[in-house]
Nanobody, 118 residues
């Protein structure tokens, strides 16, 4: 079992920045990849960014809509994943979910709301 807890969401003006954190606990050594997803009202959940365990920046994956503005990273000593979000737009408004895949099972956090005002 892997338990994920997100933090760092909030309200920000367009052009601003936020950093989301996702703390993993439990059987973390089995985590193969981690990522951030988001779901806006009335829309499907979509991948924002992902990063495999031990992967370099070359293996980071970003949605086209956030590439160049968002950066995903992991601190293995703290079992924590981050999403640095810069140049935020109103279209980035959504609930952001942390995801981890371990032993072919997908785990999800409870989500954190990000609201970008125009």
């Amino acid at each position: 079992q892997v338990h994920l807890v997100e933090s760092g969401g909030g309200l920000v003006q367009a052009g601003g920045s936020l950093r989301l954190s996702c703390k993993a606990s439990g059987i973390v050594f089995n985590i193969r990849t981690m990522g951030w997803y988001r779901q806006a009202p009335g829309k499907q959940r979509e991948l924002v960014a992902s990063i495999p365990t031990g992967g370099s920046a070359n293996y980071e994956n970003y949605a086209r809509s956030v590439k160049g503005r968002f950066a995903i990273s992991r601190d293995y000593a703290k079992n924590t994943m981050y999403l640095q979000m810069n140049s935020l737009k109103p279209d980035d408004t959504a609930v952001y979910y942390c995801n981890a895949v371990a032993s072919e099972i997908a785990y999800w956090g409870q989500g954190t709301q990000v609201t970008v005002s125009s």
